[in-house]
């Protein structure tokens, strides 16, 4: 029995988590349960840990990308595979900076009358039970570039073959990256608090791999380039309501892996959803990966927003990851057909536990929910939602009494429309008729009382006794009204009661509203008095609390109104609108009204003075690096691994084969004549040979760790064709033979311009880097010797990549000579075309191991004394020295052909081949 402390502690935790059955509520398997534990002993260790693997292991280190892009949440520690975009059609900008937040959701700003800071009501009680909801996506992939010890098969293997190499399988890791996108519009104030709140259970949850979250502004977004192509501009959204000013392309959002899922949390009313163009880009989104809107607004309202553009129908799914456009649609009318490429599928749902649930499982593809969806037709968007509608389009709108929605369907209006706009957006009609002032008024509370919540409605009567403020209505919702939630907030706020009255002068971004002039009195005479009374003396209690008196009613207040000028000048909005809500109920409230009045200064009619201008700044010239990042298209090539292996000493040798798949880059030289390079991921290993090892060369120690960044590096030697074909390029330093290969026959059936190109000095391999980087823009250079050894063993520690000794059936060397324990093989004195055997090793490289002779950057040096430890070439600084070439070739020993063989050539020596090394960017290498 172990007695430690640890075991002791854990094992409470563990008896102490099954009472209270959070395994099964929170869905907890034994490994989510272990990592928790490892995590919370490990807390505290500020010391990073270094590898104490002797055998030269590969340890692969994370990605680094953009430096917002980390989620403490993740399961794992590696990054998604996405390339972030930057695409100006201006001007580049520098470094991405960071903003200060513009909202916040623990107080509320101050925005109009009400001077005093409240800390916001929760958004959301019920996290816990959305956290559940969401479950089916804590569905688990296979990784593409991580793996972990299989213990079972490595058991297996040690038993049934005497085999002592542990084996790998791919790590388990989350399966979805989630796309949060944020509208910023006028209303976006309403759902702050929501949102934030939104986004820590989405990471708290842990069902998502990474999350990122995008601000979409509305103003002149989005647009349409000279090219014809839709253009959507976003911005990231850190941690603490932090803004990038880099702008993004909507494309950016879009995963190559399949594995990408994009919320849109809207509340669909802003004029984004009356812009065409904007429909197209949720097209592009939907067609790649699933995509949905998360709407705040419960669904009795959906359809007084701008999704009444599509018809209300249900989607569902057998197959998890489904694009929109592949949904199994139901409830369709049997006279409507769907097009899919004229037709826009977007299931949208609210904060409902059960809604949220029953999405979760059509994204994993349950195959037993289905989720409400809007179905779009795109062709009645682009001519209804269009800027430039033709004249007989506009005279029908205008015969409806749509003319004027016509025209703010444009993303070109007019200053005097766009001003007109600043007003909250509303989900009720418009037009008074040529009513009076309170004629319209009394129209426009019935109106919102026929149709809003009795809660909403509540809400509304008692802001009609206080200044507009969402300080206010935080406070409303915390004493007088606590069944009031964040959609009461926004039915009130975009109900049409308010219009905008921002002072031109007005600093910050907030907007400042006001009830429509009669809107507030028609709201007084129509609230309890009571409730009026309740509502003034709450707020002036904590008025009260704030200045220092101790008050609990208005009259109090009024009755000790500070003399203080400063804090006069903040109650002074609430005191005069508590006044007018006095005289609006008339009777004995307006005698009252005029006994307190005497206490209050009165109203300040004129505007003061404009300041003066301040005083032009003084231009410096400042200097800066432009910074860009371009999208490197990658391919996913897929390979065979072969390993030598047997049983005993007594049995024969066994080539296992395994199927595997990595990424890379193509580069065109010509028509038909393509350069591939596979990804080599960045990492440690140990480089050279252990002493012990069989025919080794004493200038292959000492052994020694080295970290290698990221690069890519040839799938195959240079072959004659490709240095045909660079050869006719533009010279740079010097002249290049065309064809100066020895073997110029076709070997077996295959043309002889795929075999390694060879007869080639270490500056002519140069020469054809430079031509290459010249031509492409990319930087291309020959491999370091740390970098070629690294990418030779791709994770092994043998002596080659196949593992203890190597077989002429997999390589091309001197077939006659045995290493080790192996077996003679055939000796075909001649190079073979690239690729011939058709098995690479891990990283996806072919012909490692003997066919030609490849140069390195690197001078030679007698040993690794001082060699680098970075990955970087080891350059003397004496000129003329001879350069390191490694991979034996077609005419060599086994010896000759190991992972750390390394030789000594003069530069001018004409025996060898060469493969390139392709530079990331610099932003972009580990």
Not at 104 to 114: I, M
Not at 246 to 265: A, F, M, S
Not at 372 to 389: A, G, I, M, R, V
Request: overall charge neutral; hydrophobic content about 35%.
């Amino acid at each position: 029995m172990n007695n430690s402390p640890n075991y002791t502690t854990i094992k409470n935790l563990i008896t102490r988590l099954d009472k209270l059955k959070l395994p099964d509520d929170l869905a907890l398997d034994d490994e989510d349960i272990a990592d928790m534990i490892w995590l919370a002993l490990k807390m505290g260790d500020v010391e990073q840990q270094t590898s104490n693997n002797t055998e030269g292991s590969i340890e692969f280190r994370p990605i680094e990308r953009l430096p917002d892009d980390n989620n403490i949440n993740e399961i794992d520690d590696s990054k998604p595979e996405v390339f972030n975009a930057y695409v100006n059609d201006k001007k580049p900008e520098n470094t991405e900076q960071i903003t200060e937040p513009v909202k916040k959701s623990e107080t509320t700003p101050q925005t109009s009358g009400f001077p005093f800071p409240v800390a916001a009501a929760p958004a959301i009680d019920n996290s816990l039970e959305i956290a559940r909801s969401l479950r089916p996506l804590k569905r688990k992939v296979a990784a593409k570039n991580r793996f972990i010890l299989d213990e079972e098969a490595t058991v297996n293997r040690i038993i049934e073959r005497n085999i002592w190499t542990p084996v790998t399988k791919p790590a388990p890791e989350r399966w979805l990256y989630l796309e949060l996108v944020v509208e910023d519009s006028k209303s976006s104030f309403i759902w702050q608090g929501l949102i934030d709140e939104l986004e820590q259970i989405l990471e708290k949850q842990g069902a998502f791999r990474n999350i990122r979250c995008w601000i979409i502004p509305t103003e002149n977004n989005p647009t349409t380039n000279k090219n014809k192509q839709n253009k959507l501009a976003l911005y990231r959204r850190y941690k603490g309501g932090k803004l990038a000013q880099r702008k993004h392309q909507y494309k950016e959002l879009i995963h190559p892996d399949k594995r990408g899922l994009i919320l849109i949390v809207s509340d669909c009313v802003s004029p984004l959803w009356e812009n065409h163009i904007f429909y197209q880009c949720l097209k592009d989104w939907s067609t790649s990966q699933p995509t949905a809107i998360l709407q705040f607004f419960p669904e009795n309202l959906w359809d007084s927003t701008q999704l009444s553009s599509g018809r209300k129908i249900f989607a569902k799914s057998s197959k998890p990851g489904v694009v929109n456009q592949k949904l199994e649609l139901e409830n369709l009318p049997f006279w409507v057909s769907v097009n899919w490429r004229e037709n826009l599928v977007l299931p949208v749902l609210n904060l409902e536990p059960a809604i949220l649930n029953l999405w979760s499982k059509v994204v994993a593809g349950f195959g037993n929910g289905r989720i409400s969806t809007y179905l779009f037709d795109l062709t009645y968007l682009q001519e209804n939602l269009s800027p430039n509608l033709s004249p007989t389009k506009k005279e029908a709108l205008n015969s409806e009494g749509l003319g004027e929605v016509a025209n703010d369907l444009s993303p070109n209006l007019s200053p005097t429309r766009r001003e007109a706009l600043n007003s909250p957006p509303s989900l009720v009609g418009k037009g008074d008729g040529g009513l009076g002032e309170d004629e319209k008024a009394q129209k426009i509370v019935k109106n919102f009382l026929a149709t809003a919540s009795p809660i909403a409605q509540r809400l509304a009567g008692m802001m009609a006794a206080l200044p507009v403020d969402m300080a206010v209505v935080n406070l409303l919702r915390k004493t007088c009204l606590k069944a009031a939630k964040t959609v009461h907030v926004a039915e009130f706020y975009m109900a049409g009661l308010l219009e905008d009255v921002t002072p031109k002068n007005h600093e910050g971004k907030e907007r400042v509203y006001d009830f429509i002039p009669g809107v507030r009195k028609v709201l007084n005479n129509a609230m309890a008095i009571n409730e009026t009374e309740n509502v003034l003396d709450a707020v002036s209690a904590y008025i009260g609390e704030r200045i220092g008196l101790s008050v609990n009613s208005f009259t109090a207040l009024i009755a000790n109104f500070p003399k203080n000028q400063d804090t006069q000048d903040k109650l002074l909005p609430f005191a005069h609108i508590a006044v007018d809500v006095f005289k609006n109920i008339g009777g004995e409230y307006a005698e009252f009204a005029d006994a307190i009045n005497k206490y209050i200064p009165p109203k300040i009619t004129t505007p003061p003075p404009p300041p003066p201008p301040p005083p032009e700044p003084e231009l410096k010239t400042c200097e800066f690096e432009v910074a860009t990042i371009e999208i490197i298209k990658q391919t996913t090539f897929k390979f065979v691994v072969a390993t030598l292996e047997r049983k005993s000493k007594q049995t024969n040798w066994i080539v296992n084969r395994q199927e595997k798949q990595a990424v890379g880059v193509i580069e065109e030289l010509a028509e038909g004549v393509n350069l591939e390079l596979m990804e080599i991921p960045g990492g440690k290993f140990r480089m050279g040979s252990p002493e012990d090892e069989e025919r080794r060369y004493d200038d292959e120690s000492p052994q020694h760790e080295v970290t290698v960044p990221r690069f890519y590096m040839g799938k195959y030697p240079i072959t004659q064709k490709q240095w045909r074909v660079v050869a006719g390029w533009e010279q740079i330093d010097k002249e290049l033979n065309p064809d100066p290969s020895r073997f110029k026959e076709d070997y077996k059936g295959i043309e002889r311009w795929q075999r390694p190109v060879e007869n080639i000095r270490w500056s002519d391999a140069k020469e054809f880097c430079n031509r290459l980087s010249k031509k492409t823009g990319y930087e291309y250079r020959l491999p370091t010797e740390a970098e070629w050894e690294y990418a030779c063993r791709a994770g092994t520690s043998t002596p080659f990549h196949f593992g203890s000794t190597i077989t002429a059936e997999l390589a091309n060397y001197r077939g006659t000579d045995v290493y080790g324990e192996g077996v003679k093989g055939e000796y075909r004195k001649q190079t073979t075309p690239v690729g011939y055997f058709k098995v690479a090793n891990n990283f996806g490289l072919y012909d490692m191991h003997g066919n030609v002779w490849e140069w390195c950057e690197d001078d030679w040096h007698d040993n690794y004394e001082g060699a680098p430890t970075d990955g970087s070439a080891w350059i003397s600084k004496q000129a003329n020295n001879n350069k390191v070439r490694r991979g034996g070739s077609w005419n060599n020993v086994t010896r000759n052909c190991r992972c750390a063989t390394r030789y000594n050539f003069g530069n001018n020596n004409l025996n060898g081949g060469f493969r390139v090394v392709r530079v990331p960017p610099r932003t972009d290498r580990i």
